[in-house]
T-cell receptor, first 109, second 115 residues
Framework: GQQVMQIPQYQHVQEGEDFTTYCNSS?????IQWYKQRPGGHPVFLIQ?????EVKKQKRLTFQFGEAKKNSSLHITATQTTDVGTYFC?????????FGKGTRLSVIA | EAQVTQNPRYLITVTGKKLTVTCSQN?????MSWYRQDPGLGLRQIYY???????DKGDVPEGYKVSRKEKRNFPLILESPSPNQTSLYFC??????????????FGPGTRLTVL
């Protein structure tokens, strides 16, 4: 079945450094979503990408969807302590939404 | 306030004692789903429902049951819980029509411990 791989599993950065998490699907996706889960919280929707090559920005966060619609990335510029949490990608192909295992981001002040 | 609610939030039980985790949403969403979250394994789907009286297995359905008698409610039933079902459970819902409405809303989670 459809698989969504996400790397890295963990990332520790100094405050102010950049951070990127990558998501790869075994099949072509119709869309991809990104969620953030704060420690002790529940996943919260960040964004959805639908078009091939699409790039969207939310303040310091930049989301990309690959040309082949099989990969995606989330880049955070100049991380802050408020960025701490686990970031999940979730892809939809011919199946219900499949989540990656997430990247846990730690930010050292 | 638009939300997904789950009860209980925390539960400690013993092997074999039937339990139900309730999930309710007030957004009139057609689609509802249950996930379990375990360290290093991310979110794995247990069951989902596209609408009332329509349910289907996710990736890890063994040991779980669900029902969807009403649009707003989607309870998760563990008929005979076992220790390997100790986990953090999330209920989620979303609309099924229109790409801008595909955002999934998650409940606050239920932390279950089976002794």
């Amino acid at each position: 079945g459809q698989q969504v791989m996400q790397i890295p599993q963990y990332q520790h950065v100094q405050e102010g450094e950049d951070f990127t998490t990558y998501c790869n699907s075994s099949t072509t996706l119709s869309n991809i979503q990104w969620y953030k889960q704060r420690p002790g919280g529940h996943p919260v929707f960040l964004i959805q990408l639908v078009k091939s090559g699409e790039v969207k920005k939310q303040k310091r966060l930049t989301f990309q969807f690959g040309e082949a619609k099989k990969n995606s990335s989330l880049h955070i510029t100049a991380t802050q302590t408020t960025d701490v949490g686990t970031y999940f990608c979730a892809g939809r192909g011919n199946t219900p939404l499949v989540f990656g295992k997430g990247t846990r981001l730690s930010v050292i002040a | 306030e638009a939300q997904v609610t789950q009860n209980p939030r925390y539960l400690i039980t013993v092997t074999g004692k039937k339990l139900t985790v309730t999930c309710s949403q007030n957004m009139n969403h057609e689609y509802m789903s249950w996930y379990r979250q375990d360290p290093g394994l991310g979110l794995r789907q247990i069951y989902y429902s596209m609408n009332v009286e329509v349910t289907d297995k996710g990736d890890v359905p063994e040991g779980y049951k669900v029902s969807r008698k009403e649009k707003r409610n989607f309870p998760l039933i563990l008929e005979s819980p076992s220790p390997n079902q100790t986990s953090l459970y999330f209920c989620a819902s979303r609309r099924t029509s229109g790409s801008i409405y595909n955002e999934q809303f998650f409940g606050p989670g239920t932390r279950l411990t089976v002794l």
